[in-house]
């Protein structure tokens, strides 16, 4: 399987700060997404990473992949009562058709 | 911005019983997909669906399941007997192309199977 897996589990951190999670995954990937969900909600898109690609950003998101390590990390900056939510990690391999996602990191942003 | 769209929001079904799940997925869009997320675990892809075929399914994607475009629009799920252990919310997502591209999900239908 190369499902990833996040780590934390679970993130509480302040209003403002910011939040950090990583992903690991265990085979070759052709892309990385990050998702959200609010509790009980639908999967939101937040941001693709290619497999050639090293560091996205996206508004207060920055994403980084080393795939030497098959790790990807998301960092949310100036965290907001807002982003509070799950947040998974979903990767595809070269010449699959399906999204392996992770357990998620639940994150709690405390006003 | 487009979006995909899933009916019902939420379905109870007596055991037993076939439900489908309905999807519009994002107009411009070839590939289609099903997942479901037991409560309180990872999102499981069922299957995906190019080209008016099944291209990869799961093994949780037995004979109980099939997927359907009954035109050019619509993307349906059937479950024909539903077990206890159906019970999760159902995404339905779809995506412009297989790769290097960014996969939206629907906000899914919640399952309930009594």
């Known amino acids: 399987s190369q499902q990833g897996e996040e780590d934390p589990q679970a993130l509480s951190i302040q209003e403002g700060e910011n939040a950090t999670m990583n992903c690991s995954y265990k085979t070759s990937i052709n892309n990385l997404q990050w998702y959200r969900q609010n509790s009980g909600r639908g999967l939101v898109h937040l941001i693709l990473i290619r497999s050639n690609e090293r560091e996205k950003h996206s508004g207060r998101l920055r994403v980084t992949l080393d795939t030497s390590k098959k790790s990807s990390s998301l960092l949310i900056t100036a965290s907001r009562a807002a982003d509070t939510a799950s947040y998974f990690c979903a990767t595809d391999a070269f010449g699959d058709y399906k999204l392996s996602f992770g357990a998620g990191t639940t994150v709690t942003v405390r006003a | 911005e487009p979006e995909v769209t899933q009916t019902p929001s939420h379905q109870v079904t007596q055991m037993g019983q076939e439900v489908i799940l309905r999807c519009v997925p994002i107009s411009n869009h070839l590939y289609f997909y099903w997942y479901r997320q037991i409560l309180g675990q990872k999102v499981e892809f069922l299957v995906s669906?190019?080209?008016?075929?099944?291209?990869?399914k799961s093994e949780i994607f037995d004979d109980q399941f099939s997927v359907e475009r009954p035109d050019g629009s619509n993307f349906t799920l059937k479950i024909r007997s539903t077990k206890l252990e159906d019970s999760a919310m159902y995404f339905c997502?779809?995506?412009?192309?297989?790769?290097?591209?960014?996969?939206?999900f629907g906000q899914g239908t919640r399952l309930t199977v009594v």
């Open positions: 669906f190019y080209n008016n075929e099944i291209s990869e």
């Open positions: 997502a779809s995506s412009a192309d297989r790769g290097n591209t960014e996969a939206f």
